[in-house]
């Protein structure tokens, strides 16, 4: 088992930062990649970014690429969304998750199917 525990979302205005934290924690070691996704009222979850603990490659939405980062510290079993010039377009509930299957497709992770583990959601506004 692997518990998730996002933080750090809130109210923003259009053009300012946030930066998530996912706290990972249980049998961390079996988590082959980290993402992240986000889902708007009326919408679908969706895919934001992901990151490869072994490799460190690293995977981002059109959408995010330029503004967003993601990154990890294996120390602390935690990874970060860093999300900058954020746009009223970004709001939507941010999901933590953890993939403990191994693949060689990129586009693998980049589906929910793909994540074994969910956190609870931060919530992120950005407001006009």
């Known amino acids: 088992q692997v518990q998730l525990v996002e933080s750090g979302g809130g109210l923003v205005q259009a053009g300012g930062s946030l930066r998530l934290s996912c706290a990972a924690s249980?049998?961390?070691?079996?988590?082959?990649?980290m993402g992240w996704f986000r889902q708007a009222p009326g919408k679908e979850r969706e895919f934001v970014a992901a990151?490869?603990?072994?490799?460190?490659?690293?995977y981002y939405t059109d959408s995010v690429k330029g503004r967003f980062t993601i990154s990890g510290d294996n120390a602390k079993n935690t990874v970060y969304l860093q999300m900058s010039s954020l746009k009223p377009d970004d709001t939507a509930v941010y999901y933590c998750?953890?993939?403990?299957?191994?693949?060689?497709?990129?586009?693998?992770?980049?589906?929910?199917?793909?994540?074994?583990?969910w956190g609870q959601g931060t919530q992120v506004t950005v407001s006009s």
């Open positions: 249980g049998r961390t070691f079996s988590s082959y990649v």
């Open positions: 990151i490869r603990w072994s490799s460190g490659n690293i």
């Open positions: 998750a953890a993939s403990t299957t191994y693949s060689l497709s990129t586009y693998y992770y980049t589906r929910s199917r793909g994540y074994d583990y």
